[in-house]
């Protein structure tokens, strides 16, 4: 429910619709790349003008709004900002309260050896690790749901000296996705899919096959 969110977060960063509204989280899995990006790109090869994955998750959620002709559906996606430089919303924050996967912050370590430093919170799902990603919202603005009770995330990172492991390497080694294995997994990207990861957005296009 959107009212989870909400309570959760200051006023500045309030879905603006009633607390029972009913709201979906959309998470990608390993298998998106194989099952998802690849047929879109062969489909869709000529029509590609800007992010491959972001153009991919926008395609297959307007085919689920397709699916609701009587509902209003709307959509948020990850990669969305407001005027002001905020994210439309907080993906981390709605994975979290939707019980989708656990997002691990500072304040879920006890002795923080950190001192001054910023640290970032990061999600860890109970199947894939950090081997996932969080692509958007879909709300059912005229779709109340009181009776729905709120499920907890799995606390699959349960030890504090996993958790300081998990932010030390997320924060300060992301690049080497050692974080990604904090617990053991049952996917993983595969090893094309990281090489399309680890490669700059702007020459992305060129691993594919693609011209800008």
């Known amino acids: 429910k959107v009212g989870w969110y909400n309570a959760v977060l200051q006023p500045a960063f309030h879905l603006p619709y009633p607390d029972d509204t009913l709201a979906f989280v959309v998470l990608s899995t390993p298998s998106m790349f194989d099952k998802a990006l690849k047929p879109f790109l062969n489909k869709e090869r000529l029509k590609i003008i800007r992010d491959p994955v972001d153009q991919c998750v926008s395609h297959h959620l307007s085919r689920v709004k397709e699916k609701f002709p009587d509902q209003k559906v709307d959509v948020i996606f ?6 002001s430089r ?7 924050t709605a994975a ?5 996967a656990y997002y691990y912050q500072r304040k879920d370590v006890k002795l923080d050896p950190w001192g001054k430093k910023k640290i970032y919170g990061v999600c860890i799902h109970p199947k894939y690790g950090g081997w996932f990603a969080i692509r958007g919202l879909l709300l059912f603005p005229d779709i109340q749901v009181s009776f729905l009770e709120q499920s907890a995330p799995v606390d699959c990172v349960s030890t504090e000296e996993k958790r300081i492991e998990l932010l030390e390497q997320f924060n300060f080694h992301w690049q080497d996705g050692r974080y990604r294995e904090v617990i053991e997994v049952k996917e993983r990207y595969s090893e094309e899919q990281k090489a399309y990861f680890a490669t700059p957005p702007r020459e992305r296009f060129r691993l594919l096959g693609l011209t800008q």
């Open 86 to 92: 905020k994210p439309k919303f907080l993906a981390q």
């Open 78 to 83: 990850d990669y969305e900002i407001l005027p």
């Open 96 to 100: 979290h309260v939707a019980g989708a």
